[in-house]
Nanobody, 121 residues
Framework: QVQLVESGGGLVQAGGSLRLSCTGSGRIFNINFMAWYRQAPGKQRELVAGITSRGAVNYAESVKGRFTISRDNAKNTVYLHRDSLKPEDTAVYSC???????????????WGQGTQVTVSS
């Protein structure tokens, strides 16, 4: 069984910074793509940032220049460092990983439980 566990959410003032972490545990052979999504109240879930196993990254336009995604393959962990936070960044942030549990398996997607981030003005 695979679990993704996020940490680092909480309450922060506008302009502040926070770093989210998401670590995979259980039987994992390799992780291909890792990403962070967010869902604000009344809105659809959106992709915030993604990173491939080789380090190629992509960001939503709304967070470019403020958020940085990175990963530690040895720890099966993805990070999201967020600077210059705005009230509109308030959302539940969830990590997503595309991985294989065993060699030869097809890749499958797994989700973390989500962590609340609230940015006060």
């Amino acid at each position: 069984q695979v679990q993704l566990v996020e940490s680092g959410g909480g309450l922060v003032q506008a302009g502040g910074s926070l770093r989210l972490s998401c670590t995979g545990s259980g039987r994992i052979f390799n992780i291909n793509f890792m990403a962070w999504y967010r869902q604000a109240p009344g809105k659809q879930r959106e992709l915030v940032a993604g990173i491939t196993s080789r380090g190629a990254v992509n960001y939503a336009e709304s967070v470019k220049g403020r958020f940085t995604i990175s990963r530690d393959n040895a720890k099966n962990t993805v990070y999201l460092h967020r600077d210059s936070l705005k009230p509109e960044d308030t959302a539940v942030y969830s990590c997503n990983s595309t991985l294989r549990q065993y060699p030869g398996d097809n890749y499958a997607q797994y989700w973390g439980q989500g962590t609340q981030v609230t940015v006060s003005s």
